[in-house]
T-cell receptor, first 112, second 111 residues
Framework: DSGVTQTPKHLITATGQRVTLRCSPR?????VYWYQQSLDQGLQFLIQ???????AKGNILERFSAQQFPDLHSELNLSSLELGDSALYFC???????????FGQGTRLTVV | GEDVEQSLFLSVREGDSSVINCTYT??????LYWYKQEPGAGLQLLTY?????DMKQDQRLTVLLNKKDKHLSLRIADTQTGDSAIYFC???????????FGSGTRLLVRP
C-alpha cells in the first residue's frame, strides 16, 4: 500500500458525460501528479500540483481540468467524455516537487 | 527531446537472474526510477538512483547506470514467479516536474 488513495476504483459512464476522479496523497506529501495509462499511449503525464498550485502541464486535453485543495487532496475533472478517454488514471504524490512519486491504485474509466 | 525506451518482453526461468534494460535521451536526467506494475494494480516504486551514482543495490535488486551511454538496467537476482509483472523505467530532469516513463517491459517468470 503506497498510502495514496484514489476513488472510485472503477467508473463506467456514457459519452458526453462528466466525471470527477479523486486523489488523497500520502500524509505529508505536497506534490500531486496525474497520469493517464492507455494501451496505445502508455503512461502519459497530465498535470502536477504542488501545495495547491499548478506546477507543470503535460498532455492534458482542454476538456480535462484538475485542482488541488487546501487539504492537499486533488480532483481530476473529465468532461465531454469520448470513447478514447477510456483508460486507467493514476494519481501519484511526492514529498516535494522533486522527489520520488508514489502511485495510487488508479481509477479505471470506461466510456461507453 | 525526452524519450525513454525499453524492450517489450523478457522471459526467464525461476531462480535465474533477470536483467531489464532502459535507455533515455535527456542528458539532464537527474533521477532514474524503476516501477513495477502487477495486473490490475498501480505502479509500485521499486528503487531509484541519482545520476551521480553508478550502482545501487537493494536486496535482490541491483540498478546499474551508465550515464555516458544513457543506459539504465535493473537486475533481479533469484527471480521468483511473484516477480512476473510489467517493469517501467522513468526519468526526471533536475528542473522538470514530471516523470517520463518508458513503455514498460513485461517480465514472465517460468516455473
Amino acid at each position: 500500500d503506497s498510502g495514496v488513495t484514489q476513488t472510485p476504483k472503477h467508473l463506467i459512464t456514457a459519452t458526453g458525460q462528466r466525471v470527477t476522479l479523486r486523489c488523497s496523497p500520502r500524509s505529508g506529501d505536497l506534490s500531486v501528479y496525474w497520469y493517464q495509462q492507455s494501451l496505445d499511449q502508455g503512461l502519459q503525464f497530465l498535470i502536477q500540483y504542488y501545495n495547491g498550485e499548478e506546477r507543470a502541464k503535460g498532455n492534458i486535453l482542454e476538456r480535462f481540468s484538475a485542482q488541488q485543495f487546501p487539504d492537499l487532496h486533488s480532483e481530476l475533472n473529465l468532461s465531454s467524455l469520448e470513447l478514447g478517454d477510456s483508460a486507467l488514471y493514476f494519481c501519484a504524490s511526492g514529498r516535494t516537487w522533486n522527489t520520488e512519486a508514489f502511485f495510487g491504485q488508479g481509477t479505471r474509466l470506461t466510456v461507453v | 527531446g525526452e524519450d525513454v525506451e525499453q524492450s517489450l518482453f523478457l522471459s526467464v526461468r525461476e531462480g535465474d537472474s533477470s536483467v531489464i534494460n532502459c535507455t533515455y535521451t535527456d542528458s539532464s536526467s537527474t533521477y532514474l526510477y524503476w516501477y513495477k506494475q502487477e495486473p490490475g494494480a498501480g505502479l509500485q516504486l521499486l528503487t531509484y538512483i541519482f545520476s551521480n551514482m553508478d550502482m545501487k543495490q537493494d536486496q535482490r535488486l541491483t540498478v546499474l547506470l551508465n550515464k555516458k551511454d544513457k543506459h539504465l538496467s535493473l537486475r533481479i537476482a533469484d527471480t521468483q514467479t511473484g516477480d512476473s509483472a510489467i517493469y517501467f523505467c522513468a526519468e526526471k530532469g533536475d528542473s522538470s516536474y514530471k516523470l517520463i516513463f518508458g513503455s514498460g517491459t513485461r517480465l514472465l517468470v517460468r516455473p
